[in-house]
């Protein structure tokens, strides 16, 4: 079974190798029929709205985090007209080996533990 994964792993590393290789040849593509006043004026235009595009990123970020504040002492959510900041109550979290030790002499606490279905996330191996 595991070997099995392993070559799926393999085959997606492949599938994503593949990808990227496309990416740069299209990449070449694009670079040979540019001039290089094309290029330099991609460059300038690049510059250009580099500088502004931080400004506006900028104020999202404060904007948001304004937003976020001020929905949490609202303590509901808050519709506008094409955003929604939507209000989660904080996750409770309990100390994983200090409440299993104290099963070992209350087992009956272990009827309210509820473990949720294992996931997968699928990293990249730093090579």
Known sequence: MSSEITQMLDQLANFQAQRDVLNIQ????????????IKARLEEIEAEFGTRMEAVEENIALMEEE?????I???ATVKGTFLRAVW????????????????????????????????????????
């Open 67 to 71: 937003i976020k504040a001020e929905v």
């Open 26 to 37: 299209k990449r070449e593509l694009i670079d040979q029929i540019l001039t290089e006043e």
């Open 73 to 75: 002492n609202h303590g």
């Open 88 to 127: 989660n109550r904080g996750r409770v979290s309990w100390d994983t080996r200090g409440i299993e030790r104290y099963a070992q002499s209350h087992p009956e606490v272990l009827g309210f533990r509820k473990q949720g279905m294992p996931y997968v996330s699928i990293t990249k191996i730093q090579i």
